[in-house]
């Protein structure tokens, strides 16, 4: 079969790095095609040089049999090359159809809404989506956001859809859908690009794999050629990392006892609806649910973020529910926000001072009233080779580092003064392997040491891998438990969806 | 009586009005300007200067347009390409206007010119109650209704009022749509501005014909709560303009009938209105039900992507 896009020996410098060394691979018409690689392997930059946001310094592309030289994505995009990018590029405040329609090319001044109206609601029942034509985008799921990004793309009639990381921001259920689409837009013969990290979904929908390594592709390989830790092996360099040892002896000190908490959002909605759960010593507690059950509202609650409406939260004897008692409290609780760059850290100040935001007023880092400049470096400098920062320059603002580094300069900060309980929102969203695999290995260090976690995540692989217990949340309110080593990803699934369990 | 009031009441609130659409063309690309008092002052003394010289209320309309399209372009420069603080680029616009008109208005002090004539429209002029204030009126009244369906339409109902509201919501998709942000921003900038002058011109050529110094007295302000209070929209601005020419008018009414209160405290109606509405419309802005454009006062630069 001809190929739809043949990419050889692509080379792209930037001063004084080599982000694309030399990358060659194929796509076929109808192919879904996965490139896999750590954070900093190259992909985005690759998928830039794709859609022509940047130019190449040398090596060929060829689209359909003929040589192509992209100058901008508009350009890719009208020789049917388009992308859905990691950050959707959405205006919340309009209209489904009001987003949909700025993507598309040549609308008259005057355009006619009906006309449009059909030609978008025909594509979205052909793909079964759930998606209303008048609804403002704000108000929907990032998983109808996705379906609205693929609709443009497929309005405008690409042949070559490039899907970066579609499924980080995505249930189960709705990858399951996405995945549902993906398979008929292939009969349909559209070819797919798919960039991801997780696994289990690059085994179940590619049918080539290419890892990029370091710049370079490094192997093409078909379905029947590749298995998980062939795949791991390649792009990490080195096999699996073995199964955590699940901490079997658990205490049964209770560190944290949450009653029947209920908090109201800014809209006067329960967010979290007369929820319970039980915390012990030591111990990895998993929060699985599809997103926006009430997982967010449960880590303010616990951090002080958030004011409780109903209910009791009790740290051993004390009454932590009304903030002073918290106060006092919060300091042994750690958060690791779901939302790195506008709450985990102050983008514009550098690594080191984002390391004491914490313990600032620690007498340690204090010499009077003025700060001591110099025990802060040390501080810094001790914690970047602790945690293998990459940390950049010394004094550059931290926004400019991976999200993978600014995640770890977040848990070092918030690790560094021995708290009880760690409450970890989505820790590794958006993480490459090697960086999820060091947060997890920091987590169960930790529980080592007594530190009880509350990590609430999406990947079920992750919190099944982690986890002591699993708590299942659903609209506000505890489904159940579920043991890791007895349950099963659709025993997980079911409760997710809100189905009663009897608790272990 | 009914009848004299609302026509008091339309008559003092279309500079507001005209003043109210301009800002909004503003805002709904993302740029605040709080230069409108400063422009009301520029397009009051272009409109009464152009139709000193010409003896035509037409070509003093369009004077104040165009004078006022070039001053707000000023504020566009400062603010869409050098990228500056619209806050502080607003401000100098104001006080720029009222030193500017202040200074070249001297000439102008105490001339006479003819107005705005009103042209009633035969048989509408002839209804009961709503004849008057709104069927027997002059060319800009008849044009502010006309702009109010106009300005919705633009940006409801076409391509570009579609992509100038996605400029102001989130300049960064505009631009990944191949929209150009600053041209957008620009000419929104300017238009308005020209909007904001027809108002000024509004007070010099038909409320009262002549040029007074500083006359705009604090119109531009109130303009600027009701945006807010109007949530960006056309419609409701022109609600809001009536409901604060109907104050202004009931005041005078009052001074007119002779009251024992304080002509000082009656003037000081409209101003204390501007005070509760914005606090009103505050408290609604928070309760989440939010109009306001998001990129609303935020520099837009490719390079900085965060």
Same mark, same amino acid.
């Given at each position: 079969m001809p190929e739809l896009l043949q990419i050889q020996n692509i080379r792209k410098t930037f001063p004084g790095v080599v982000a694309l060394d030399d990358v060659s691979f194929t796509v076929a018409p109808g192919e879904i095609h996965t490139l896999l690689g750590e954070?900093?392997?190259?992909k985005s930059t690759l998928m830039n040089v794709l859609t022509g946001l940047y130019h190449p310094d040398s090596g060929h592309m060829q689209l359909a049999g003929e040589p192509v030289h992209f100058t901008s994505p508009r350009d890719s995009l009208s020789r049917g090359i388009g992308m859905v990018h990691q950050h959707f590029m959405l205006v919340?405040?309009?209209s489904v159809f009001e987003n949909i329609l700025l993507a598309l090319?040549?609308?008259?001044?005057?355009?006619d809404r009906k006309h449009y109206q059909q030609k978008m609601q025909k594509l979205i029942d052909t793909f079964e989506?759930?998606?209303?034509?008048?609804?403002?985008?704000?108000?929907?799921s990032i998983g109808a956001q996705q379906w609205i990004e693929l609709i443009k793309l497929l309005l405008r009639d690409c042949r070559l859809l490039i899907l970066d990381e579609?499924?980080?921001?995505?249930t189960p259920q709705e990858t399951d859908r996405l995945f549902k689409v993906l398979r008929l837009l292939q009969q349909q013969g559209k070819s797919i690009i798919f960039i991801s990290h997780k696994m289990r979904e690059v085994m179940e929908i590619s049918d080539r794999v290419t890892i990029l390594k370091k710049g370079s592709s490094i192997a093409t390989l078909k379905r029947a050629e590749f298995n998980a830790d062939i795949l791991a092996r390649l792009m990490i360099g080195q096999d699996r990392i073995p199964e955590w040892q699940k901490?079997?002896?658990?205490?049964?000190?209770?560190v944290l006892d949450i009653r029947n908490l209920s908090v109201r959002n800014d809209r006067g909605?329960? &967010? %979290? #609806?007369?929820f319970s759960l039980q915390l012990k010593e030591g111990e990895i507690l998993g929060i699985a649910g599809?997103?926006?059950?009430?997982q967010k509202a449960l880590a303010e609650a616990l951090t002080g973020l958030k004011e409780i409406n109903k209910g009791k939260i009790f740290a051993g004897d004390m009454d932590?529910?009304?903030s002073t008692a918290r106060a006092s409290y919060i300091s042994g609780i750690a958060h690791i926000p779901e939302d790195r760059k506008s709450i985990g850290i102050?983008? &514009? %100040? #550098?690594v080191a001072d984002n390391l004491i935001?914490?313990?600032?007023?620690n007498s340690l880092f204090r010499r009077g009233v003025f700060q001591n400049r110099r025990a802060i470096r040390r501080n810094a400098e001790e914690k970047v080779s602790r945690f293998a920062?990459?940390?950049?320059?010394?004094?550059?603002?931290?926004?400019?580092?991976?999200g993978g580094n600014i995640q770890k300069v977040i848990i070092a900060r918030e690790l560094s003064e021995q708290p009880r309980v760690l409450v970890a929102l989505?820790?590794?969203?958006?993480?490459d392997i090697g960086s999820a695999e060091y947060i997890h290995k920091v987590i169960v260090d930790g529980a080592g040491r007594g530190m009880s976690t509350i990590l609430i995540a999406e990947d079920l692989d992750e919190l099944l891998k982690l986890s002591d217990r699993i708590a299942v949340m659903f609209r506000g309110r505890l489904i159940g438990y579920a043991d890791p080593r007895r349950t099963s990803r659709e025993e997980i699934g079911l409760m997710m969806s809100g189905e009663q369990r009897e608790q272990p | 009586m009914v009848e004299i009031l609302l026509d008091a009441t339309v008559r003092a609130g279309t500079p507001i009005l005209f003043a109210t659409l301009g800002a909004i063309l503003n805002e709904r690309a993302g740029i605040i300007n709080l230069g409108i008092e400063g422009l009301m002052l520029i397009g009051a003394l272009a409109g009464f200067a152009g139709t000193f010289y010409s003896g035509s209320p037409l070509i003093g309309i369009l004077a104040a347009f165009a004078v006022t399209f070039v001053a707000g372009s000023i504020h566009a420069l400062i603010t869409?390409?050098?990228?500056?603080?619209q806050i502080v680029s607003g401000l100098a616009m104001t006080m720029f206007g009222i030193g500017v008109t202040a200074l070249f208005g001297r000439g102008m002090v105490g001339q006479t010119i003819g107005g705005l004539e009103r042209l009633p429209i035969p048989?509408?002029?002839?209804?009961?109650?709503?004849g008057r204030p709104f069927?027997?009126?002059?060319l800009l009244i008849y044009t502010s209704f006309v702009l109010v369906f106009v300005l919705w339409f633009f940006l409801y109902r076409t391509r570009t009022g579609l992509a100038l509201r996605t400029v102001g919501e989130n300049p960064a998709a505009a631009d990944t749509c191949g929209i150009s942000v600053s041209l957008y921003r620009f000419f929104a900038v300017t238009t308005g501005a020209g909007l904001v002058g027809i108002g000024g011109a509004y007070l010099s050529l038909?409320?009262?014909?002549m040029w007074i110094e500083n006359m705009s007295a604090g119109r531009g302000w109130i303009a600027v709560a009701l945006v807010i209070f109007s949530g960006w929209s056309s419609g409701k601005a022109m609600f809001g303009a009536y409901l604060f020419g109907g104050i202004t008018a009931m005041q005078l009414r009052f001074q007119a009938i002779g009251t024992d209160i304080s002509t000082h405290i009656l003037q000081m109606l409209p101003y204390v209105f501007t005070i509760l509405v914005l606090v009103v419309s505050t408290i609604r802005l928070q309760k989440g039900s939010s109009q306001q454009?998001?990129?609303?006062?935020l520099p837009y630069d490719r390079e900085d992507r965060k």
């Open positions: 954070n900093g392997a190259g919340p405040a309009h090319d040549r609308v008259p001044q005057f355009y989506l759930d998606l209303d034509l008048d609804a403002e985008v704000w108000k929907l579609p499924t980080a921001v995505l901490n079997l002896q658990m205490s049964e000190k209770i909605l329960a &967010d %979290l #609806d007369d599809v997103a926006g059950n009430g932590m529910t009304h102050a983008p &514009d %100040l #550098d935001m914490k313990s600032f007023k920062i990459k940390a950049g320059p010394e004094g550059s603002p931290v926004r400019y580092l991976s989505y820790p590794t969203r958006g993480l | 869409v390409q050098l990228r500056g603080n048989g509408l002029s002839q209804l009961p109650i709503i069927f027997q009126q002059d038909a409320m009262t014909p454009p998001q990129g609303l006062g």
